[in-house]
């Protein structure tokens, strides 16, 4: 069993900059990929940015240039690093992580509890 530990959403103004952070806490598993979903309420969740564990990104064409999704060598986190904040980007935050479990010997998929941000003036 994994958990997806999340913080650092709140309340920006436009323009202003935000990093998320998100760890999963468990044991016997291996990262395959990590990432940062959104949701708005009465819409789909869409993926933001996802990074492998061989450090290859996915983005989401409306944050390229202002987000930056990142390990820092640090095991089993992930963040994300936004800038530029737009209202637009206003949602619910949910971190991603697809695990291997190596009791289990097969892939799983968890989410975080979310954390909101808002961008507003």
């Known amino acids: 069993q994994v958990q997806l530990v999340e913080s650092g959403g709140g309340l920006v103004q436009p323009g202003g900059s935000l990093r998320l952070s998100c760890a999963a806490v468990g044991s016997n598993f291996r990262i395959n990929t990590m990432g940062w979903y959104r949701q708005v309420p009465g819409k789909q969740r869409d993926l933001v940015a996802t990074i492998t564990s061989g450090g290859s990104t996915d983005m989401l064409d409306s944050v390229k240039g202002r987000f930056t999704i990142s390990t820092d060598n640090a095991p089993n986190t992930v963040y994300l690093q936004m800038n530029s904040l737009k209202p637009e980007d206003t949602a619910v935050y949910y971190c991603?992580?697809?695990?291997?479990?190596?009791?289990?010997?097969?892939?799983?998929?968890?989410w975080g509890l979310g954390t909101q941000v808002t961008v507003s003036s």
């Open positions: 991603n992580a697809n695990v291997y479990s190596r009791s289990a010997l097969a892939s799983y998929d968890y």
